[in-house]
Every structure is written in structure tokens, then in C-alpha cells.
């Protein structure tokens, strides 16, 4: 179970640096340290097991159905990778607090720092592949935090959206490739995946799984032609360089090359794709580093050369070239994020870090230059350091392979590029250190405090250590790594030690040298010869075309979505009816053969009413008042078709709510213009007219086709069980309450959300200019009675009667129509009754709950029953009921779905009473002046009942 | 009775369609009250016509309605009026914020912000 731990330590120990940033900068980085640390001991403690030749496994299913876990496992790589990507931190953790500045957020920093290191940790550990995209994907995003750390720098910004679209963009491509490799490996598990090579080589999909999977992989390990958005990453605080930039992320897709090469590598397209690809990258890179003034561009297109030197490897295919690229994964991570640092502390100490600028620097800041100038010796793979252990590897196994039938190209590049690291290795040590001291800095440059230079020291020991002594410190590392990435292979014959005799690689290493100081000798030659060439400016590219995508994106939306509701409209109604029509002229639309029901009397009454009514509409919409009135009238016609068509519910429901939204928008349109001015434009009628008839017909056309074909329901199931399995016998109420209990509480949480944004909405118009129109529309009484008694006596008569009419819809309508909703809205006219008779003073001041009350009770009491059942060990609203003799009443049924039908219900009468009285309270306002306060026209007794009960005296 | 039912769904569909695209924003509000019928009884439809068959479990009954969409309907009525309520409180909200009730810029006004927008964009390092 530890290995689940080494990643989310540190995901989880994010949050810890930003907690302890008030307590100062050591504070914080010891924390942070600490995380790391114990994330770097409990991989430690599965070290002994790997290296006794076991696999790790841990973790648990996570979404079974999609192919998804949880589960890690360590061999060799992932442990190599996991101990290198927590070691480096440690060190870069302790380094940024010397580096980082007192104006710096450390606290924010080190977060993102550490969820990168999580993510990182995750991508190696993963055994599931959908895992391990998920960390892909967040390293991406905690790369894109941490190169724009220094937001207030444009090139920070931009630097870290081109990573973030160059990787990002590679993530998407790797997703579609490892879900296809999942597919077909029949397994998403690496540990299985590893041994299907196989299957998945033989595959026909093979070809575009490479592909997805080399897109993913080039872009993060910016291989050519991807390889722009590195340089652009250095805006970045140097201590993310080192890290991500050079020791790690960029190595993830070559640690995922290493990962899948038992299920890809071997192949001729595996070959013909990658070496090229490692090999031009390799020379592009070293070639642009050659060139470049700026010391952490140097570094950085170097590490896009020796990352291309580290994919070309593992294109070989051979067991002898893996092994290679193992030992120089390991070498070039620590000489690399060795001279990161150390260029950090130049620019640091010296003010700059332009290579025009800085010489001399050996005898201001000597510890710097010694441990700058071995790593950029073990860069230059030059005796005795480990960058030349590794780079003679590189040259042997170059030998053995040949592109496009020619033997001499792989070695003759691999050559040429280690000549020209030699060049920009040497250039960059002596640029910057040798030289007489110079007194232009901008700074005066010192050598830095121990926290800044011990990382580097650390690093540079090993370069020494693993160049001496290779076959003892590195040996078993390579090894094991080596056997995790060549799988069941048996590990080919090698040496690590720094005399072979005389092989071809030692002369190829000796040509390297000596042409690579020529080649620094001849500098200025080459630079005027380079600038003479035309070359591709890789940043003016990337802006041109994510310009030109946002430009389109733009010109688009303004054509699409213009600021006008009807256009608008207009656009999508016009899109449906193409599609439509699209579907109806390619697929055949025969009438159904399913008998039809006779046509009688009164459905004709009904149907000539309904098109009388909305006729009138269409014609009269200008006469608001009509509209409204005619709406109703077509509602009532909907209702009467429910009762028809055998759905009592519906017709119930459809009733009630007729009569509260025709109550809404009277209210409503009591403050809105009442007519519209006349519309001129008949044009616009006509094709607006025109819209609407075609879709009518599409939408008749479609109801008649499915009315008049046979179908088959799964509705079955629910007659058959709702009696025995939901102790109703109102079908329909059951499958709300019980069958589909979570889509319903969906609906009453949608509800209240209306309610509430109503009530948001209408609240704030109480102040501003909308309270100030409010009260300019106060009108003269157009009554003479604002509260007439005989509707206030009556509607509080009825009060107590609605309730019980309501409790008796409520109780009935498990096995009867009826139910919460129905029961809710029931009660909530009741109460808007008082508010229309009474005024909204007096109503809001007798109510004892307010909506947001009543609202909230009901999603939480429909919450909690369905809670309840997880108490049974039941699924999410599983119901129960039961019969129970109660003495004189008999036997009454209970279920758990009435409990949560309580809870519907009082949904409903809140949102309803929410949205209403909300409304009342804006007439209020506007109403005649002066505003009656309390029973305008009738005088209460003192301490009056609650609304309803005793009859009012006329004041 | 197909016919009618298929009809009357076109019908409303049509009035709502028509009145969405009006200027003002009550003819916009009853247009989605229209519209709302026109797809309750759409939904309702997709359980086909019948007639005397309630969704009530009885002993002896020849058949029942397709419960299923019935419950669909259902809510879908209850949301309707919550949508309803909304829209009618934003169109109330945003006239007494501006004093109109319109739902369209001209189009001119309306190419001329997005104009002013891709500038300050651009001006924007």
C-alpha cells in the first residue's frame, strides 16, 4: 500500500506550503522538503523487492466499467524514474528558497512545485494507463502554472500557453492512442498491456496507436518538429527549468517510449518513425544551442538535442541501445539540472545571464565555476565524467544501425551531434567563466550561500562518482532499469567503465572533440554563416496561428451569436430545420400502420377551440392582456387531452399549473407594457411566419409517425412491480416517487434553484434604477377598493379547506392521482389567494415559513430519505413500505416514498410561494401611493391567527 | 384522434416558434409557454393514445397507458412553470434595469461592440 501513497503525498502535501507561507520562507521550504522526503522513503521501502526482481503492485478498481483503476506498480523503471523525480526535487526545493526572491509567493510556488512532483511521480507509477493519462494531463497543467509564475512577464504568459498547447494538444492525441491500445490489449493494465506486445504489433490499428502515442510522446519530450515550445519554457523561475525543463517532465515521453517499448518498439514503422525524428532533434537542437547568447537557452536546446539523442536511442530497438538510453537518462539529469542551477546563480550573482555579457567569472565566484565547468565537461562527454560513459554507449549503438539503406548515417549524425555539444559545452563554460573578470556586470557577482550551490555539489559528486566508478554506483540502477525496459529479453553484453580499447565509438569520441573545438574556434564563422540561411521563426509561427484561430473563433461566434434574441433563435430554429429536413429527404418516412383511435364530438369541439385560440394569439399578440387569457385557454385544452388520453396526473398537474403561472404572469405583466407597439416590418413576419410553419409541420409530422406505429415500452416492468415491489397502485406516482425517485429529486433541486435565482433576481430590483422606475410607475387607484372584502373573506375561508383538499391529494396519491407535486401546488394557490385578496403587507406578515425555508426542508427531507437507505446497506433511494394496524383507523400503509414525496411537496409550495410573493413585494412598490400597509381596508384584532380561521370585522 | 393530437402539437409548436422570434419579451415568454405544451404532449405522445386506460394498478383492468412518459410529463410540467417563472422574472427584471422591452440591439449597435471588443483585445500585450 505504500507505493498509492508516493504520489499523493505529495498531490495532497500541496496544500501545506501556501499554510505555512506566514511562518516564514525556511519554514515553508522545510515543510515542503519534508513532503518530499517521506514520499522519497516510503518508495525506498519497495526498493529492496524490485531489486529482488518482484513487481509492485497496489491499489484498488476505481470505475471498473470504463477500464479505470487506481493501481501503481514499480519494476525497475518506474522506481528509477519515481526515486530520480523525488531526489532532483528534494534538491531544486532547497535550491528555489535561495533563488526565489522575498517578493515571490514561496507558499504558491512550492504548491505548485509539489503537484507537479505528484503528477510526475503518478505518470511512473501508474499501472493503469487512463490513470496515468489523467497525470499526463496534470503535469501539463502544473507545468503551464509554474512557467507563468512570473504572470506579470509577457513571456512568461506566452511561454507557458505555447507548453501548455504544444503538450496539452500531445496529451489529447496520447489519450485517443492509449485508449485504442487498451482496446486492443484487452486490458488497460501496464503490467498485463506488457506482455501483449504481440497481439498489438499485429494488430491492423497498430500503425495509428504508434502514432497517437509518438504525438503525445514528441510533444512532451519536444522532439523536432515540436520541439519550439522548450526554449519558450525557460521564462520560467530557473529552479523550474532544472526540474521540469530538463530532469523530468521533458523525459516523460521518453520514459513512456521506454514504458511501451516491449509492446511497440522492434517494428520497421517504429524505427522509420522515431530514430529520423530522435536524430534530427538531436542535430536541430545542438545546432540552434551552438548560437544562442542566453545561457538558459543554451541549456535548453541542448536538452532538445540530448532528449533526441535519448529517443534515437530507444528507436534503435535493440537491447543494447535501451540500455544506453537508461544510463543516459540518468547522466544527463544530473549534469543537466546541475548546470540549470548553476546558470541560475550566475544570472542570480552577476545580474545577467547573456553569454556577450558575463566572462571572467572564474576568480569572482570559483565554486560555481569549478561545478559549472565539470557538468558542462560530463555535457561535452569528455573523460572522466558520465556524460562520456553514456555518449560512447550512444556512438556503439549508433554503428549498428542503417536509415534508407545507409550504414553511415546514424553514426555519421550521431558524430556530427556530439561535435557540436562539444562546441556549445565548451563555449558555454568558457563564455561565461574564463577570461579576465570584467567590470560591466550588472551586479557584482560572489559566490552564492551554501543553499544554493550544496544541490549543485551534490550533483556534480555524482557526474564525478558515476564517471569513475560507473560498474559500482550505476551499475545495478541500469541494470534493473535496463531489464524493466527491454521486458523478457535477456540484458545484452555490456561494459559500464571508461576504457573499451580502441573501438570505433573512441575514435568517433575523438573526432567529436577535436571538431567541436575547431567548431568553437570558428564560431564567429558560423554564426555569419547560419544568419545568411533563412530560418523558421518558431514563436511568430505559433502566435500566427493561434491568432488566426482566435480571429476565426471570433468572427464566428460575432455571426452565430449575435446581441439579439430573435436572430439568434432564428439561427438555431433554421439549423434544426435543416438537419430535419436532411433526415427526411435520406431516410424513408412512410405513415405508420398502427390502428387509429375514432375521432368523436367533443375532441373536434376541443381541437377547433385550440386553433381558434392560438389563432387569435398569433394575430393579437400586441393585446397582452388576450394573449395571456387565450394561453390559459390553451392550457385548459391541454388538460382536457391528458383527461382524454388516460393520464388523470398529468391533467391534474397540468391544471394547477395553469392557474399559478396565469396568476405569475398577470402579476408580472402588471409592471410590463401592456401593448406592444405595431410591428412595420412585414418581411419579417413572413419569413418569421415562415420558420414557424415548417416547424410545425417537421414537429406534427414526427408526433404522427410515432403515434401511428407500434412500439415497445419498458414500461412493463413498472406496471408488473409497482404494487409488489412500490406498494402503489398509481403507477405513475410511483415511478416518480420510487422507480425514478433520483431524476425527480433532481427536478425539485432544479426548482428550488429558480426559486431562488427569482428570488435573486427581484430582490436586488429593490434598489438602483430598477427601484427607481418602480417608484416612477406608481399609478392612481383604479379601484376604489384595493382589497375588495368579499374576495378577502372568502379566500381566507377557503384557506383551511384548500389544505385539507391538498393533505387529501397529498395521502391519495400513491395509489390514486395525486401526489406531491400536485398536493404542492394545491396548498401554494391557497396561499398566493391570500396574497391577491389581501396584499402582500399582510400575507408576508402572517407567513410562518418563508419559501427559502420550505425549499430547503424539501430537498433535504427528499436528501435524507434517500440517505436513509444507505443505513440498510440499499443503493441511494432504495424505498421500503409496509402495512401497520393503527387502533380504530385500521390498517394503513407507510413507505419511505411518502417521506420523500413530503419532500416534493414542500418543494414545490416554496418555490411557488418564493416566486410569487417575490412578485407581489416589487407590485408593492409600485402600487399606489400610498403603499396600504397592513389590512388596508379591514382593521384586525390584536394578536391575529394565522391566516384563515376567524373571520375578519370590517374596519 | 391521431391526426388532432399530431396537429395540435404542430400547431403549438408553430405559435411558439413565431412568438420566440418577436422583438418584445412577454410575446417571448408566452412563445415558451407554447412551446412547452407543444413538447409535453409531444413526450406525452411517445406513449401513444389511449383512451379509458389509466396508469392505475386494478384487478381486471383491460390495459393501462404508458406510464413512463406520463411520469416524464409530469415533471417536465412542474419545470416548465419554473423556467416560465424565471424567464417572465428576468423579462420584468431587465425592463425595469433599462426601461425597455426589447430582446434585439440593431445589428449595427451590435457590430459595432464586438468592433470595440477585438480592439481592446488586440491593444492588450
Redesign the interface.
Known amino acids: 500500500m505504500n507505493l498509492i501513497l508516493v504520489p499523493l503525498i505529495p498531490l495532497f502535501g500541496a496544500l501545506l506550503p501556501p499554510l505555512f507561507a506566514r511562518s516564514g520562507r525556511d519554514t515553508t521550504m522545510l515543510v515542503t522538503l519534508a513532503v518530499t522526503l517521506s514520499s522519497l522513503a516510503l518508495l525506498l521501502l519497495d526498493a529492496p523487492a524490485v531489486y529482488r526482481g518482484e513487481t509492485v503492485l497496489a491499489g484498488t478498481a476505481w470505475v471498473p466499467e470504463i477500464g479505470l483503476s487506481f493501481r501503481f506498480f514499480a519494476d525497475g523503471l518506474g522506481l528509477f524514474f519515481a526515486t530520480m523525480i523525488l531526489a532532483i526535487g528534494a534538491l531544486i526545493i532547497v535550491y528555489a528558497r535561495y533563488y526565489l526572491s522575498r517578493q515571490d509567493s514561496i507558499g504558491r510556488f512550492y504548491a505548485y512545485l509539489l503537484l507537479f512532483q505528484g503528477a510526475m511521480v503518478g505518470i511512473v507509477l501508474s499501472d493503469n494507463i487512463i490513470l496515468m493519462l489523467i497525470f499526463w494531463e496534470l503535469t501539463s497543467l502544473s507545468s503551464f502554472l509554474l512557467i507563468g509564475f512570473w504572470g506579470h512577464a509577457?513571456a512568461g504568459r506566452q511561454g507557458a500557453r505555447m507548453a501548455l498547447v504544444v503538450t496539452g494538444g500531445g496529451g489529447l492525441l496520447l489519450t485517443a492512442g492509449m485508449l485504442l491500445l487498451g482496446h486492443v490489449g484487452g486490458s488497460y493494465e501496464l503490467s498485463v498491456l506488457l506482455t501483449k506486445g504481440d497481439v498489438i504489433k499485429a494488430s491492423p490499428l497498430y500503425p495509428l496507436i504508434l502514432a497517437l502515442v509518438l504525438a503525445g510522446a514528441f510533444t512532451k519530450s519536444a522532439q523536432f518538429p515540436f520541439h519550439f515550445w522548450l526554449p519558450h519554457a525557460m521564462a520560467a523561475p530557473t529552479p523550474v527549468s532544472a526540474y521540469l525543463h530538463s530532469a523530468t517532465m521533458v523525459k516523460a515521453g521518453v520514459f513512456l517510449l521506454a514504458r511501451l517499448w516491449p509492446v511497440l518498439a522492434g517494428t520497421d514503422l517504429w524505427f522509420s518513425i522515431v530514430v529520423p525524428v530522435g536524430l534530427v532533434t538531436m542535430l536541430v537542437g545542438a545546432w540552434i544551442a551552438l548560437f544562442k547568447d542566453d545561457l538558459k537557452a543554451i541549456l535548453a536546446y541542448s536538452t532538445v538535442s540530448h532528449l533526441g539523442l535519448m529517443v534515437m536511442l530507444l528507436g534503435l530497438g535493440t537491447p543494447y541501445a535501451a540500455v544506453a538510453c537508461v544510463f543516459h537518462i540518468l547522466n544527463h539529469a544530473t549534469f543537466k539540472a546541475a548546470l540549470f542551477m548553476a546558470a541560475g546563480i550566475v544570472d542570480h550573482e552577476a545580474g545577467t545571464r547573456d553569454i556577450r555579457r558575463l566572462g571572467g567569472l572564474a576568480k569572482l565566484m570559483p565554486v560555481t565555476a569549478v561545478l559549472a565547468g565539470i557538468a558542462s565537461a560530463s555535457m561535452a562527454g569528455l573523460p572522466p565524467l558520465n556524460g562520456f560513459l553514456s555518449k560512447e554507449m550512444m556512438l556503439e549503438a549508433s554503428v549498428s544501425g542503417s536509415l534508407a539503406g545507409l550504414g553511415w548515417l546514424i553514426p555519421v549524425g550521431a558524430t556530427l551531434a556530439a561535435l557540436v555539444s562539444v562546441a556549445y559545452s565548451v563555449r558555454l563554460a568558457v563564455g561565461t567563466f574564463a577570461g579576465p573578470a570584467r567590470h560591466d556586470y550588472p551586479h557584482h557577482p560572489h559566490d552564492p550561500g551554501i543553499g544554493m550551490w550544496l544541490p549543485v555539489a551534490l550533483l556534480v559528486v555524482l557526474v564525478v562518482a558515476i564517471g569513475l566508478l560507473p560498474a559500482l554506483i550505476a551499475g545495478p540502477i541500469v541494470a534493473r532499469t535496463a531489464q524493466a525496459v527491454i521486458g523478457a529479453a535477456p540484458l545484452p553484453y555490456y561494459s559500464l567503465s571508461l576504457w573499451h580499447g580502441f573501438t570505433p565509438a573512441l575514435f568517433m569520441s575523438i573526432a567529436a572533440v577535436i571538431g567541436g573545438v575547431l567548431a568553437f574556434q570558428g564560431h564567429g564563422g558560423l554564426a555569419r554563416l547560419r544568419s545568411a540561411w533563412p530560418r523558421p521563426e518558431a514563436k511568430a509561427m505559433f502566435e500566427a496561428v493561434i491568432t488566426a484561430a482566435v480571429a476565426a473563433a471570433?468572427w464566428f461566434t460575432?455571426r452565430a451569436n449575435?446581441?439579439?434574441?430573435?436572430?439568434s433563435?432564428?439561427i438555431i430554429?433554421v439549423s434544426v430545420l435543416v438537419i430535419g429536413l436532411w433526415a427526411f429527404t435520406h431516410f424513408p418516412h412512410a405513415v405508420g400502420t398502427?390502428a387509429?383511435?375514432?375521432?368523436h364530438v367533443v375532441?373536434?369541439v376541443a381541437?377547433g377551440a385550440?386553433?381558434a385560440a392560438?389563432g387569435v394569439?398569433?394575430i393579437q399578440?400586441g393585446n397582452?392582456l388576450l394573449?395571456?387569457v387565450l394561453?390559459s385557454v390553451?392550457?385548459l385544452i391541454?388538460s382536457l387531452?391528458?383527461i382524454?388520453?388516460?393520464?388523470?396526473?398529468?391533467a391534474l398537474?397540468?391544471i394547477s399549473?395553469e392557474v399559478?403561472?396565469t396568476i405569475?404572469?398577470l402579476l408580472?405583466?402588471n409592471?410590463?407594457?401592456k401593448t406592444?407597439p405595431a410591428?412595420p416590418q412585414t418581411a419579417r413576419k413572413v419569413r418569421?411566419?415562415a420558420?414557424?410553419?415548417a416547424?410545425?409541420?417537421?414537429?406534427?409530422?414526427?408526433?404522427?409517425a410515432?403515434?401511428?406505429r407500434d412500439?415497445s415500452?419498458?414500461?412493463d416492468y413498472?406496471?408488473a412491480q409497482?404494487?409488489p415491489g412500490g406498494g402503489?397502485?398509481?403507477?405513475?406516482n410511483v415511478?416518480?416517487v420510487d422507480f425514478?425517485a433520483f431524476?425527480?429529486y433532481g427536478?425539485i433541486i432544479?426548482?428550488g434553484i429558480?426559486?431562488l435565482?427569482?428570488f435573486a433576481?427581484?430582490d436586488t430590483?429593490l434598489r438602483?434604477?430598477?427601484a427607481r422606475?418602480?417608484d416612477s410607475m406608481r399609478q392612481g387607484l383604479e379601484s376604489a377598493e384595493a382589497h375588495p372584502l368579499i374576495l378577502v373573506v372568502a379566500t381566507r375561508a377557503m384557506l383551511p379547506l384548500v389544505f385539507t383538499v391538498g393533505v387529501f391529494i397529498f395521502l391519495r396519491g400513491h395509489?390514486?392521482?395525486g401526489g406531491g407535486?400536485i398536493a404542492g401546488?394545491v396548498v401554494a394557490i391557497a396561499y398566493i389567494m391570500q396574497y391577491m385578496a389581501s396584499g402582500y403587507a399582510w400575507s408576508h406578515q402572517r407567513a410562518r415559513f418563508d419559501g427559502h425555508t420550505l425549499v430547503g426542508a424539501g430537498v433535504i427531507i427528499a436528501g435524507l430519505t434517500g440517505l436513509g437507505s444507505f443505513v440498510f446497506g440499499r443503493p441511494f433511494l432504495t424505498s421500503s413500505f409496509g402495512y401497520f394496524d393503527i387502533p380504530l383507523i385500521g390498517q394503513i400503509e407507510l413507505a419511505t416514498a411518502m417521506a420523500f414525496d413530503t419532500g416534493v411537496f414542500l418543494a414545490?409550495v416554496g418555490?411557488?410561494l418564493l416566486?410569487l410573493a417575490?412578485?407581489s413585494r416589487?407590485e408593492a412598490r409600485a402600487e399606489r401611493s400610498p403603499v396600504p400597509d397592513g389590512p388596508s381596508d379591514i382593521r384586525l384584532p390584536q394578536a391575529a391567527p394565522q391566516a384563515g380561521g376567524s373571520l375578519p370585522r370590517e374596519g | 384522434m391521431e391526426v388532432l393530437v399530431a396537429s395540435a402539437i404542430g400547431l403549438l409548436t408553430a405559435v411558439g416558434v413565431y412568438l420566440v422570434l418577436r422583438r418584445q419579451t412577454f410575446p417571448v415568454v408566452i412563445g415558451t409557454v407554447f412551446l412547452s405544451y407543444g413538447v409535453n404532449l409531444f413526450l406525452f405522445a411517445t406513449g401513444r393514445l389511449a383512451v379509458n386506460q389509466p396508469p392505475i394498478y386494478a384487478a381486471g383492468a383491460a390495459g393501462y397507458a404508458d406510464p413512463l412518459p406520463q411520469a416524464l410529463v409530469l415533471t417536465a410540467i412542474v419545470i416548465s412553470f419554473g423556467m416560465t417563472a424565471l424567464v417572465v422574472v428576468l423579462a420584468l427584471r431587465s425592463f425595469l434595469e433599462t426601461g425597455s422591452d426589447s430582446v434585439e440591439d440593431s445589428p449595427a449597435a451590435a457590430d459595432e461592440t464586438a468592433a470595440a471588443q477585438v480592439t481592446t483585445d488586440q491593444a492588450r500585450p
Open positions: 509577457a471570433r460575432l449575435v446581441e439579439s434574441l430573435p436572430r433563435i432564428a430554429a398502427r387509429m383511435l375514432p375521432v375532441a373536434l381541437w385550440l386553433i392560438a394569439v398569433v399578440h397582452r394573449t395571456l394561453t390553451v392550457g391541454v387531452a391528458f382524454q388520453f388516460s393520464a388523470p396526473d398529468l398537474t397540468q399549473v399559478v403561472s405569475l404572469l408580472a405583466l409592471l410590463l407594457p406592444a410591428e418569421d411566419g420558420i414557424a410553419v416547424a410545425g409541420l417537421g414537429v406534427a409530422a414526427l408526433a404522427f410515432i403515434l401511428t412500439f415500452t419498458i414500461s413498472h406496471i409497482s404494487k402503489g397502485t398509481n403507477i405513475v415511478i416518480l425514478r431524476d425527480t427536478e432544479v426548482l429558480a426559486a435565482a427569482i433576481l427581484l430590483a438602483g434604477p430598477a422606475r418602480l395509489n390514486q392521482p407535486f401546488l414545490v418555490t411557488v416566486a417575490q412578485i416589487i
